[in-house]
C-alpha cells in the first residue's frame, strides 16, 4: 500500500471511528461501507473536517447487488456508492451505503452537503428505485413521466413492460403492452474462404 492511501485509511478510521462497517483497499483504491443510519454524518465529515477535506462529489450511482458477479451476494440488495475526491489533499474516496429494506429501499441525501448530488440521485431513483429522503425534488430524470418500473434492477426485463407509438387515430402518443418478438441475435463468426480477396472477385 503507498503512503498517501495508508495515510488516507488511517484518517478515515481516526475520524470516523465505529461509523465505518468496513475499508478495503483494492487496485489502488480505498472503499469504505456505512449504515444508513451513519451516512449523513459520515458524509459531513469527509467533506468538513480538515484531515479529510473531501470538498468534490464526483458520482453517485445506484447498484442492484442481486446477481453481482454472477453469483449474488447475502444481505441488502441495493447500495449507493459515492465517488468523492479532496482537491487539497489530491486523494479519492469509495463509499458503499445499502438500503436496510429491499422492498422500499431508501439512503438518506446528500444535497444538503454537495449539491450537485441533485441529478445523481434522481437517476438512482428513476434508474433503480433507490429514494432518497431529503431530497427537493425527487423525480425522474431519464425515463418518462408513466413510465412503469426501474430499467437498472436486475429482475427488470430487456424488452420492458409497455412500449409507446403515435396514434394517428387519437393524435397522441399512447402505451401498449410489449409486441416485441425475442430473438436470439447471433454474431456471424463464419465467412466464406474468400471472403475480402480482391483477386477473387
Known amino acids: 500500500m503507498s503512503a498517501t492511501l495508508e495515510a488516507l485509511s488511517q484518517n ?3 475520524h470516523l471511528g465505529d461509523r ?3 475499508l478495503k483497499v483494492v487496485l489502488g483504491e480505498v472503499t469504505i461501507e456505512v449504515d444508513a443510519a451513519d451516512y449523513l454524518s459520515v ?3 469527509l467533506r468538513d473536517e480538515p484531515q479529510l477535506s473531501f470538498d468534490e462529489l464526483i458520482d453517485l450511482c445506484g447498484v442492484d447487488y442481486s446477481t453481482y458477479a454472477h453469483v449474488g451476494r447475502q444481505g441488502p440488495r441495493y447500495a449507493a456508492v459515492t465517488h468523492l475526491l479532496s482537491v487539497a489533499r489530491n486523494w479519492r474516496l469509495r463509499v458503499r451505503c445499502f438500503a436496510a429494506d429491499d422492498d ?4 438518506p441525501s446528500v444535497t444538503s452537503i454537495w449539491n450537485c448530488a441533485d441529478w445523481f440521485e434522481r437517476e438512482a431513483f428513476d434508474l433503480f428505485g433507490i429514494v432518497f429522503p431529503g431530497h427537493e425534488d425527487l423525480r425522474r430524470i431519464l425515463t418518462d413521466y408513466g413510465f ?15 412500449e409507446m407509438r403515435y396514434d394517428p387515430e387519437q393524435q397522441r402518443v399512447i402505451y401498449q403492452p410489449v409486441t416485441i418478438e425475442p430473438r436470439e441475435v447471433t454474431p456471424r463468426i463464419v465467412r466464406e474462404a474468400t471472403y475480402g480477396d480482391v483477386d477473387h472477385a
Do not use: A, N, W
Request: hydrophobic share 35%.
Open 12 to 14: 478515515l478510521q481516526e
Open 43 to 45: 458524509m459531513q465529515t
Open 20 to 22: 465505518v462497517k468496513s
Open 104 to 107: 422500499f429501499p431508501s439512503v
Open 148 to 162: 412503469i418500473g426501474h430499467p437498472f434492477r436486475k429482475d427488470f426485463p430487456i424488452s420492458g413492460y409497455v
